[in-house]
């Protein structure tokens, strides 16, 4: 995907703290900003229409108890 230059104007004490961890951790200032937008554009992302998500029926309610037996189970078969 092609990149494109901004500017944008941030605060003093986030932009130290972003100067700070691309030292620690040896990535570039740029690469942190590419991941704050790219959470933003995930995060505000929208669909249209109704969402295709099936209905289960477990022929009752289905308590908490019912679930942590559930994981439980699923957890102690693990191989």
């Known amino acids: 995907m092609a990149l494109k230059k ?3 104007m941030v605060e ?3 932009l130290r703290a972003v100067k700070e961890a691309a030292e620690r ?3 570039s200032e740029a690469e942190y900003f ?3 937008f790219h959470i933003v554009a995930l995060r505000s992302r929208r ?6 998500i099936p209905t289960l029926d477990f022929g009752g309610p289905v308590s908490a108890a019912d679930v942590d037996a559930a994981v439980t ?6 191989p």
């Open 25 to 27: 951790e040896g990535r």
């Open 47 to 52: 669909w249209d229409g109704d969402w295709d």
């Open 34 to 36: 590419r991941e704050a």
């Open 12 to 14: 003093e004490e986030d």
């Open 6 to 8: 901004t500017t944008v």
């Open 73 to 78: 189970d699923a957890v102690a078969e693990k």
